[in-house]
């Protein structure tokens, strides 16, 4: 998408530079190529919010299983060995998968815990932080 955007943006300055009549359809598909490389991620949010909400709130159980998340249809286990490594932000503790592109993920978010210096410690115990680079 962003090469699209600048390869639009980069055509529509050679044309006003030339002082060549810029193509209108060239600026309606940067708008459009703009309008999808900005609101696509706010879209995709918003469709995932509206599908979760329909699943109901989830609770999350951590041992030394794994980590098991439930909500009113249904409920999965991942164990430690599918999730090897955490990562922790401000607000969030993700457990990531074992493969290069940790392609499955797991959030833990740190409100829904009493005592996030206890699941902290767990997940230290079981998982590692991604090794950088």
Known sequence: MYVIAV???LTAAVQISTEEAVDTSLIAMLVAVL???LGMPRL???QFH???AGKG???ATVDVAGVTVANRQSSSTLTWQAAPYYVETPGLFVLLSG???NSCLTVLPKRGTADPDR???VLARHAAAPARG
Do not use: I, T
């Open 35 to 37: 309008f999808l490389v």
């Open 44 to 46: 995709q949010a918003s």
């Open 119 to 121: 699941l902290r410690a």
């Open 99 to 101: 493969d290069r592109n």
């Open 50 to 52: 509206r599908l979760a």
């Open 57 to 59: 709130e989830y609770s």
């Open 7 to 9: 390869g639009c943006l």
